[in-house]
């Protein structure tokens, strides 16, 4: 697969994203709050996309998992600071004050538990499962998010956990068109059943994950465990 068919994988679905942001960041009604939750969905997506890139073209996955294991350790090690130390979790604050929700403030960021989703996809599942789990991860939640935040109301309808069924809807179409344009060269007669399959193990992770398990670590290892499964019954054609 080269970089044409990686590139082709994400334009479709950010092209969305990134329209639909344009327009509510050209909203008179977007609020402070509404802002900062752009800025960590963008945040979401380039750090998604950049580690799927460089995953898939520059360093093979024995690194890959060297690289983000450290990257864990680091910031778990920086977390125990924060606790320890108030004076430093003040200066993490601050300087990160721009991405931290008020609940991050003295408790792990999701941002974690995004790096420890992706170092499973990549150290436990085949090159090409891992890579699309984590675009799934970089443009689904994000996309579900955008269009729960902004286009739901508060009549519309909501599962027990209170995701939107548009925000479902949102997701599910993003990481079915991600998984069609970046599968269809290397699966020519299976790439639709693969798509489909991956992106509703995706969009159901969100829906059905256990209290307390981040979606950041639930949908990766969902659809990638999703697609391992499909791979033992239908070979890839």
């Not at 599942?125 to 970089?138: E, G, P, Q, T, V």
């Not at 479902?168 to 599968?183: K, Q």
Request: charged share 10%; net charge positive.
């Amino acid at each position: 697969m080269d970089l044409d068919h990686l590139v082709r994988a994400v334009v479709a679905p950010i092209f969305v994203v990134l329209v639909s942001i344009l327009i509510a960041t050209k909203s008179t009604r977007l609020g402070n709050k509404s802002r900062f939750h752009l800025r960590r969905m963008l945040f979401h997506v380039t750090i998604g996309l950049t580690c799927a890139a460089v995953g898939q073209y520059f360093i093979p996955p024995f690194l890959c998992t060297y690289v983000l294991t450290t990257s864990i350790i680091v910031f778990y090690v920086l977390h125990q600071i924060r606790l320890i130390s108030p004076p430093f979790n003040a200066r993490f604050n601050r300087l990160f004050s721009f991405l931290l929700r008020p609940s991050e403030f003295d408790s792990l960021p999701t941002a974690f538990y995004f790096l420890i989703g992706m170092n499973i996809a990549i150290t436990f599942f085949d090159a090409d499962i891992a890579i699309l789990s984590i675009l799934f991860l970089a443009i689904g939640d994000p996309t579900a998010s955008l269009f729960g935040t902004w286009l739901a109301s508060g009549d519309s309808i909501r599962f027990s956990n209170g995701k939107t069924v548009i925000g479902a809807l949102a997701n599910f179409t993003a990481c079915s068109i991600t998984g069609i344009l970046y599968l269809r060269s290397t699966h020519s007669q299976t790439y639709m059943i693969y798509s489909v399959i991956g992106a509703l193990a995706a969009s159901l992770s969100e829906l059905i994950t256990l209290p307390g398990v981040d979606d950041n670590l639930a949908i990766p290892l969902t659809s990638a465990l999703a697609l391992t499964a499909l791979r033992r019954l239908l070979p890839v054609k």
